[in-house]
């Protein structure tokens, strides 16, 4: 009931297109859920992050949409570029708890 | 603002020695997390100090352990290595208030176990 499953595992994509990748988790007790870039060699560095009481947020490039009902959500990256070739994860908290639990990460290779 | 510090960046060890990971958090920053970053298990939490205090903990076997001082810097000790304790050692620092959820990472140590 802790895990958050995130897929697909890599992504490749083309340079102006939209990268999507998907988490679902179960626990009901989740009320935050960010999503990290790491590049190779870096720490993961926060991208963008939601709470369940708004359905979508966006920042910039970057959009995470969130249906709680499916306890799903996503990160849409729109006019993807080669810079954002990393590997992203998905991850989850509950109130009160500072942990987090990650999904399984994407590797997101951008193609120019 | 500096990021998070840890040392030593690499480190090789042999199996049954212990070894003990160091993390500086971002100054002001009162909570430190350890997490335990593999290819077959990603990313694991393994435990989180609050002024001084253990206040969260994975579920990792008694041989790894930690502590945090009064500068907030926080140390995390593996003793009894085994092979598959070669990971990325990752520390995350927070201002450490109710659940904002944002941590900042450090680069990581990377141990190896031979």
């Known amino acids: 009931q802790q895990q958050v499953k995130q897929s697909p595992q890599s992504l490749i994509v083309q340079k102006g297109g939209i990268s999507i990748i998907n988490c679902a988790y179960e626990n009901t007790a989740f009320d935050y859920f960010p999503w990290y870039q790491q590049f190779p060699g870096k720490g993961p560095a926060l991208l963008i992050a939601?709470?369940?009481?708004?359905s979508e947020k966006k920042e910039g490039r970057f959009t995470i949409s969130f249906n709680k009902s499916a306890k799903q959500f996503s990160l849409h990256i729109m006019d993807s570029q080669p810079g954002d070739s990393a590997t992203y994860f998905c991850a989850a908290s509950s109130k009160g708890a500072q942990k987090l639990v990650f999904g399984q990460g994407t590797r997101l290779t951008i193609n120019p | 603002k500096a990021g998070v510090t840890q040392t030593p960046r690499y480190l090789i060890k042999t199996r049954g020695q212990q070894v003990t990971l160091s993390c500086s958090p971002i100054s002001g920053h009162r909570s430190v997390s350890w997490y335990q970053q593999t290819p077959g298990q990603g990313l694991q939490f393994l435990f989180e100090?609050?002024?001084?205090?253990?206040?969260n903990k994975g579920n990792f076997p008694g041989r790894f352990s930690g502590r945090q001082f009064s500068n907030s810097r926080s140390e995390m000790n593996v003793s009894t290595l085994e092979l598959g304790d070669s990971a990325l050692y990752l520390c995350?620092?927070?201002?450490?208030?109710?659940?904002?959820?944002?941590?900042?990472f450090g680069e990581g140590s990377r141990l190896t176990v031979l």
């Open positions: 995350a620092s927070s201002p450490g208030q109710a659940n904002t959820g944002e941590l900042f």
């Open positions: 939601i709470r369940p009481d708004v």
């Open positions: 100090y609050f002024s001084e205090t253990q206040r």
